[in-house]
Protein backbone atom coordinates (compact mmCIF):
# COMPACT_ATOMS: atom_id res chain seq x y z
CA UNK A 1 0.00 0.00 0.00
CA UNK A 2 1.62 3.42 -1.20
CA UNK A 3 1.49 5.92 1.66
CA UNK A 4 3.21 9.40 1.81
CA UNK A 5 3.33 11.05 5.38
CA UNK A 6 4.41 14.38 5.98
CA UNK A 7 5.20 15.46 9.28
CA UNK A 8 7.41 18.52 10.80
CA UNK A 9 4.59 21.30 10.71
CA UNK A 10 4.20 23.55 13.48
CA UNK A 11 4.69 27.15 14.68
CA UNK A 12 7.39 29.18 13.62
CA UNK A 13 7.90 32.93 14.37
CA UNK A 14 8.85 35.35 11.59
CA UNK A 15 12.15 34.57 10.43
CA UNK A 16 11.96 31.20 11.89
CA UNK A 17 13.43 27.77 10.44
CA UNK A 18 11.01 24.54 9.88
CA UNK A 19 11.88 21.31 7.91
CA UNK A 20 9.34 19.03 6.84
CA UNK A 21 9.31 15.52 5.84
CA UNK A 22 7.76 13.00 3.15
CA UNK A 23 8.10 9.94 3.98
CA UNK A 24 7.02 7.23 1.63
CA UNK A 25 5.98 3.83 1.47
CA UNK A 26 5.42 1.13 -0.50
CA UNK A 27 7.12 3.66 -3.49
CA UNK A 28 10.49 4.94 -4.25
CA UNK A 29 10.67 8.42 -4.15
CA UNK A 30 13.13 8.36 -6.49
CA UNK A 31 11.00 6.91 -9.24
CA UNK A 32 9.05 9.83 -9.72
CA UNK A 33 8.31 13.75 -9.60
CA UNK A 34 8.29 15.06 -6.59
CA UNK A 35 5.88 18.03 -5.77
CA UNK A 36 5.11 20.23 -2.49
CA UNK A 37 2.29 22.43 -2.57
CA UNK A 38 0.40 24.83 0.31
CA UNK A 39 -3.22 25.48 1.13
CA UNK A 40 -4.18 28.57 3.22
CA UNK A 41 -7.80 28.63 4.42
CA UNK A 42 -9.71 30.34 1.66
CA UNK A 43 -7.12 30.08 -1.09
CA UNK A 44 -6.35 28.40 -3.80
CA UNK A 45 -4.04 25.36 -3.65
CA UNK A 46 -0.40 27.50 -4.15
CA UNK A 47 2.58 25.12 -6.10
CA UNK A 48 5.39 25.61 -4.03
CA UNK A 49 8.54 23.08 -5.43
CA UNK A 50 9.40 20.31 -7.71
CA UNK A 51 12.05 18.14 -7.45
CA UNK A 52 12.42 15.81 -10.54
CA UNK A 53 14.13 12.14 -10.37
CA UNK A 54 17.38 13.90 -11.44
CA UNK A 55 17.50 16.02 -8.61
CA UNK A 56 16.78 19.34 -10.55
CA UNK A 57 14.80 22.06 -8.74
CA UNK A 58 12.07 24.24 -8.85
CA UNK A 59 10.43 26.97 -6.89
CA UNK A 60 7.70 29.96 -6.57
CA UNK A 61 9.22 33.10 -6.43
CA UNK A 62 7.11 33.42 -3.56
CA UNK A 63 9.75 30.54 -1.88
CA UNK A 64 12.86 30.74 -4.06
CA UNK A 65 15.95 31.69 -1.91
CA UNK A 66 13.89 30.79 1.69
CA UNK A 67 12.85 27.04 0.66
CA UNK A 68 15.03 23.86 -0.52
CA UNK A 69 13.90 20.91 -1.36
CA UNK A 70 15.76 17.49 -1.23
CA UNK A 71 15.68 13.36 -1.11
CA UNK A 72 17.14 10.79 0.94
CA UNK A 73 17.33 7.65 -1.01
CA UNK A 74 18.16 5.77 2.32
CA UNK A 75 15.11 6.60 4.12
CA UNK A 76 12.92 7.28 1.00
CA UNK A 77 12.65 10.44 2.01
CA UNK A 78 12.19 13.91 0.84
CA UNK A 79 12.19 16.91 3.01
CA UNK A 80 11.19 20.64 2.50
CA UNK A 81 13.53 23.34 4.78
CA UNK A 82 12.15 26.36 5.09
CA UNK A 83 14.30 29.27 6.61
CA UNK A 84 13.13 33.09 6.92
CA UNK A 85 9.55 31.90 6.99
CA UNK A 86 6.92 34.96 6.88
CA UNK A 87 3.76 34.91 7.99
CA UNK A 88 2.05 34.33 4.29
CA UNK A 89 4.06 30.89 4.50
CA UNK A 90 1.04 29.48 6.86
CA UNK A 91 -0.69 26.71 5.27
CA UNK A 92 -0.82 23.09 5.37
CA UNK A 93 1.76 21.94 3.23
CA UNK A 94 1.50 18.39 0.73
CA UNK A 95 3.99 16.65 -0.90
CA UNK A 96 3.04 14.37 -3.87
CA UNK A 97 4.55 11.77 -6.01
CA UNK A 98 4.20 11.45 -9.50
CA UNK A 99 4.85 9.49 -12.82
CA UNK A 100 2.90 8.95 -15.80
CA UNK A 101 -0.04 7.13 -14.33
CA UNK A 102 0.60 7.54 -10.70
CA UNK A 103 -0.21 10.48 -8.33
CA UNK A 104 0.08 9.97 -4.86
CA UNK A 105 -0.41 13.06 -2.00
CA UNK A 106 -0.16 12.79 1.64
CA UNK A 107 -2.77 14.15 4.52
CA UNK A 108 -0.83 17.30 4.85
CA UNK A 109 0.79 19.36 7.75
CA UNK A 110 0.06 22.88 8.98
CA UNK A 111 2.45 25.36 8.98
CA UNK A 112 1.78 28.34 11.23
CA UNK A 113 4.05 31.27 11.09
CA UNK A 114 3.11 34.35 13.43
CA UNK A 115 4.82 35.66 16.58
Known amino acids: QVQLVESGGGLAQPGGSLRLSCAAS????????IEWYRQAPGTQREWVTT???????NYADSVKGRFTVSRDNVRNTVYLQMNSLKPEDTAVYHC?????????WGQGTQVTVSS
Open 96 to 104: GARRPGYDY
Open 26 to 33: GLILSDYT
Open 51 to 57: LSKSGDT
